[in-house]
C-alpha cells in the first residue's frame, strides 16, 4: 500500500477505554483511515495488551503491531523503533492515552505537501483529568490571525519557534526521509525533556517549517501521575532529569537557539518544584543538582513579560531556579516565604490596578517589594472608604480603586458597602459550589431581589444572597451538565419580594425527599432558623405537603417530639452538615446540635465581604486553612498600638490574636478587618488558624 501518513504510537498499559478513543479518532480522520498506517508498538506492557490488541485490529492491514521489550521507561525507544516501520511520505506521533481531531492529518499533510515543508506545526487542546492540576502552557507568540506561516531556515524567529512549551513532538508532523536522511532520533539517554531536544534538533535542521496557529488537530489528555503533576521525586530521578535538562540547553545554544527561557521553565517549574515537594533529599544530593545546572542557572536574568508570562510569573520562574537550585543549604527560603505572603499576588492586583487613582496616588507601578508596599499604602478600613463608595455609587465615578468593573457592593450588617468585580464575586460561588458538587442536597439559602441599583450601575446585595444568585447562574450547569441535585426547584430559592424570609418552602420540599446526603447552608445562623421554624409549626407545615406515605411518615416522626435530634430521623442517609459556625456564630452552631446531633458538621468557607478567608480541615473541625493566591494578608495583632506593626504569615506566633488585614481583587488596599483568627500550624504548604 501506499499510505500517505504513518502514525506512531507507543503504547504502555494504557487504559483501554481510554486507547478506545485513540482508536476512534485515527480510524474517524477525513483523510481516510485507509490512507494511514499506523504502527502501534506495545512496550514493556502486562501480559494480555499485545493479545487484546492483536484481536482488536485483526483485518486491518494498515495497523502494525509490534512489540518491544527493554530497559527504557520513556516514549522515546517505541518511537524509535517504530519509525523504522514507516513507509508513508510523513510521520506523526500519537500517544495511547491522547486522540487526533477529525481533520488533523489531512490539514497536515495537505499543507506539508503543498508548503514543501520538512515540519509542520499544529494546536493541541488540553483536557485534564482534574481541573486542579496544573495546565500545560497552550499559548504561543504567532499571530493566531494567520492561518499559515512559513519560516525558513534563513529567517527563523527564535523568540516565537522556541517560546512556551513548544516541545510537544506529537504536535508536528515530519517528513520522513527529512528524519532518516538526518538520522533524527528520539534521545533514549534523557529521562525528561527528550521530547524538546527532539524539536530542537528536528527544527534546526530543517530548511522550511510550515505553522498552522488556527489549526487545533491533538487532543491532550493530561494524567494525574504524569512526572510533572506528581511531584515528589527521589534523588536519583531528580539529578537524571537535571542532566537532561542540562544537555537540552548546551544543544540549544549550540545551534544558535537563546536557552534562557526554556532554562528558567525547566528549572524554575520543573525542578525547583521536585526539590521543594522532595523533602528527603540530602545537602549532598541537592548540591550535585547544584553542580549540574549551576552554570544555567547562575546565567539567569529577568525576562521581559509577554502573553505566555506576566511580571510576576518572570519573576517567580526566576527566583525560583536561582533561591532553590543554587542554594542547597536551604532551598527555597526566599520563593517559600514569597508564596507564603501572597507576594506574588500582590504584584499581580498591584499591576493589574495601576492606572486607577489609587494606584496613581501611591504609584503601584513603582512597589516592587513588600516593604515598599506596606512603607507607600496606608493601612486603611471602612471609614477611609466610606467616602470614595460614594463618589462611586451616588455620583457615577469610576476606576478610583479598581481597574475591573465594580458590579455589586455588598452590604454589611453595619450598614457598609464593600467593592466587589466580577472576578472577586466568583471565587465565593465556586467555592461554595464544591461544596455541592455531586451530592443530594437540601440547600438552605436564598437570592433575595436587589436592594438597588446605584449611580456607577452597580447593584447592592448582601453576600449570602449574591452567592446564591452567582451559584445558579455559573457553577449549578456547567457544559449542559447540572453539577448537584437539590431538594427545591431553582425558583424556589429566587425571592420575589421584601417580605422576612423563613425558608418554609424549601424546609417542605426537603420533607418530601427521602434521598437527601448533604444539608447546606451558608451558615449555622439560617439552619438554625429553619429547624426552628420546622418544629414550632410542624403541623401545619406536614397539613400542606402532598398526600401520601412520605407526608404519613413525616407526620409521625415529627409528632414523636424534637427531644432527640430530629435531622436523622427525617433524612436518614445524611452524611454531614455544611454551614459556618465558628468566631461570632458558635452559639447557633451549639445550638443547632439539638436537632443535627450525631452528624459531621462541617464549617465550610470562612466567607466575609471582603474575601475567603479559608475553608475547614475536616468535619468536626473548629480549624480552617487559608485560602492562598487570590489575596494578599497582613496580620494586626490584637495589642497593637502603631499601624506599622502589622506582620506577614511568616512572622506571627503561634496561639496569638491577630485582626486580618486584606488586600484583594476588588480594590481594598491593606484593609483592617474586625475579624480575629489564630494562627495554629504555618509550613510553606499550608496556613491554618482558628477564629476568634
Not at 299 to 306: D, E, G, I, R, T
Not at 510 to 519: P, R, V
Amino acid at each position: 500500500m501506499n499510505y500517505k501518513v504513518s502514525v506512531v504510537t507507543p503504547f504502555h498499559n494504557v487504559d483501554m477505554d481510554m486507547f478506545a478513543d485513540c482508536k476512534k479518532s485515527v480510524m474517524n480522520q477525513t483523510i481516510g483511515f485507509e490512507n494511514i498506517e499506523w504502527i502501534i508498538v506495545v512496550h514493556n506492557c502486562k501480559p494480555g495488551y499485545l493479545e487484546s490488541l492483536t484481536e482488536m485490529f485483526a483485518g486491518c492491514d494498515n495497523v502494525v503491531i509490534k512489540e518491544l521489550n527493554n530497559e527504557a521507561r520513556t516514549p522515546s525507544s517505541p518511537r524509535n523503533y517504530g519509525t523504522t516501520f514507516a513507509t508513508a511520505p510523513y510521520i506523526s506521533y500519537l500517544d495511547g492515552d491522547d486522540s487526533y481531531t477529525d481533520n488533523s492529518l489531512e490539514v497536515t499533510v495537505r499543507e506539508a505537501a503543498e508548503t514543501q515543508s520538512d515540519i509542520v506545526w499544529f494546536r493541541r487542546e488540553v483536557a485534564k483529568e482534574d481541573p486542579n492540576m496544573i495546565m500545560p502552557m497552550a499559548t504561543t507568540l504567532w499571530n493566531n490571525t494567520q492561518k499559515r506561516i512559513i519560516v525558513e531556515k534563513d529567517n527563523w524567529d527564535d523568540e516565537k519557534m522556541f517560546s512556551g512549551l513548544f516541545g510537544f513532538a506529537t504536535s508536528y508532523l515530519y517528513r520522513l526521509d527529512f528524519l532518516r536522511t538526518n538520522q533524527l532520533t528520539f534521545s533514549e539517554e534523557m529521562h525528561f525533556g527528550e521530547d524538546f531536544l527532539f524539536v530542537v534538533e528536528t527544527c534546526s535542521k530543517a530548511q522550511r517549517i510550515c505553522y498552522l496557529p488556527q489549526h487545533i488537530g491533538y487532543h491532550y489528555f493530561v494524567n494525574g501521575n504524569s512526572m510533572v503533576q506528581n511531584g515528589s521525586k527521589t534523588a536519583e530521578m531528580i539529578i537524571k532529569y537535571a542532566e537532561g535538562f542540562r544537555d537540552l540547553f548546551t544543544t540549544m545554544r549550540n545551534y544558535g537557539i537563546d536557552a534562557q527561557e526554556n532554562a528558567q521553565i525547566q528549572c524554575g517549574i520543573i525542578i525547583a518544584r521536585f526539590i521543594l515537594e522532595s523533602p528527603q533529599l540530602t545537602i549532598e544530593e541537592r548540591s550535585k543538582i547544584k553542580e549540574i545546572l549551576g552554570r544555567d542557572v547562575s546565567s539567569m536574568y529577568l525576562l521581559p513579560a509577554n502573553k505566555n508570562f506576566d511580571a510576576p510569573s518572570r519573576e517567580m520562574m526566576l527566583r525560583m531556579s536561582q533561591d532553590v537550585i543554587l542554594n542547597p543549604e536551604n532551598p527555597g527560603e526566599m520563593v517559600l516565604r514569597m508564596m507564603l505572603n501572597g507576594i506574588s499576588e500582590m504584584y499581580r492586583i498591584l499591576q493589574d490596578n495601576a492606572d486607577t487613582d489609587f494606584g496613581r496616588r501611591y504609584n503601584f507601578k513603582g512597589i516592587n517589594s513588600i516593604l515598599a508596599f506596606q512603607y507607600r499604602i496606608p493601612l486603611t478600613d471602612a471609614k477611609y472608604y466610606k467616602s470614595l463608595v460614594q463618589l462611586q455609587t451616588r455620583v457615577g465615578e469610576k476606576w478610583i480603586f479598581a481597574a475591573e468593573p465594580i458590579h455589586r457592593y455588598f452590604q454589611t450588617a453595619t450598614g457598609d458597602l464593600v467593592p466587589s468585580t466580577p472576578s472577586h464575586s466568583r471565587k465565593f460561588a465556586e467555592c461554595f459550589s464544591s461544596l455541592l458538587k455531586g451530592k443530594k442536597n437540601m440547600l438552605i439559602a436564598r437570592s433575595m431581589p436587589i436592594i438597588s441599583k446605584t449611580n456607577d450601575n452597580a447593584e447592592i446585595d448582601t453576600l449570602s444572597s449574591a452567592i446564591a444568585k452567582d451559584y445558579f447562574s455559573q457553577f449549578f450547569y456547567i457544559g449542559g451538565m447540572q453539577q448537584a441535585e437539590l431538594s427545591s426547584p431553582i425558583s424556589t430559592y429566587f425571592k420575589q419580594n421584601n417580605e422576612p424570609d423563613n425558608y418554609r418552602d424549601l424546609i417542605s420540599d426537603a420533607l418530601m425527599n427521602t434521598e437527601i446526603e448533604q444539608i447546606v447552608s451558608m451558615n449555622t445562623e439560617e439552619l438554625l432558623k429553619a429547624f426552628t421554624l420546622l418544629e414550632n409549626n410542624w403541623q401545619s407545615i406536614v397539613e400542606q405537603l402532598p398526600a401520601g406515605e412520605r407526608k404519613d411518615e413525616v407526620k409521625r416522626i415529627l409528632s414523636e417530639g424534637f427531644d432527640t435530634p430530629i435531622v436523622k430521623r427525617l433524612w436518614p442517609k445524611v452524611e454531614r452538615i455544611i454551614a459556618f459556625g465558628a468566631g461570632e456564630l458558635y452559639e447557633s452552631f451549639n445550638a443547632l446540635k439539638r436537632y443535627t446531633e450525631g452528624i459531621p458538621h462541617n464549617h465550610g468557607y470562612y466567607f466575609t465581604e471582603e474575601t475567603i478567608f479559608g475553608k475547614a480541615v475536616s468535619d468536626d473541625s473548629n480549624m480552617f486553612e487559608c485560602i492562598q493566591n487570590y489575596n494578599v494578608y497582613e496580620l494586626l495583632p490584637v495589642a497593637a498600638k502603631k499601624e506599622n506593626e502589622s506582620l506577614l504569615w511568616s512572622d506571627v506566633t503561634i496561639g496569638n490574636s491577630y485582626f486580618i488585614v486584606v488586600t484583594n481583587h476588588a480594590g481594598l488596599y491593606r484593609y483592617k478587618t474586625t475579624h480575629i483568627v489564630i494562627p495554629c500550624e504555618i509550613t510553606p504548604a499550608s496556613i491554618k488558624f482558628t477564629i476568634y
